[in-house]
């Protein structure tokens, strides 16, 4: 049975950081891209596109709303990867959600393409 689960969510003052995680087991996760979503209050349909990495943690791409705030990174030797957040912003709250696809060497920023999802982790950022 393949879980992954999020953690490291929470509430963080605008211009704080989080770390979070997804732990991933019940898969082979070296040979699956990861990528990273967040769905914004309100929106409970729209899963948006955060960041992505590819198996080898070589390649990484960034929504233009996160880049050079967020970093992704991964540990396959913990089946574990990480989205490092820092100068966080109000608008950064929302539930984000780890998943992960077979994508050979890249990554994907489209959902639909995700075979695998976390059940999601709350992060809150006050002004």
């Known amino acids: 049975q393949v879980q992954l689960v999020e953690s490291g969510g929470g509430l963080v003052q605008a211009g704080g950081s989080l770390r979070l995680s997804c732990a991933a087991s019940?898969?082979?996760?070296?040979?699956?891209?990861a990528g990273w979503f967040r769905q914004a209050p309100g929106k409970e349909r729209d899963f948006v596109f955060v960041a992505a990495i590819s198996w080898s943690g070589g390649n990484t791409h960034y929504a233009h709303s996160v880049k050079g705030r967020f970093t992704i990174s991964r540990d396959n030797a913990k089946n574990t990867v990480y989205l490092q957040m820092n100068s966080l912003k109000p608008e950064d709250t929302a539930v984000y959600y780890c998943?992960?696809?077979?994508?050979?060497?890249?990554?994907?920023?489209?959902?639909?393409?995700?075979?695998?999802w976390g059940r999601g982790t709350q992060v809150t950022v006050s002004s």
């Open positions: 998943a992960a696809a077979k994508y050979g060497s890249g990554w994907s920023i489209i959902g639909d393409e995700y075979e695998y």
């Open positions: 019940g898969l082979t996760f070296s040979t699956y891209a």
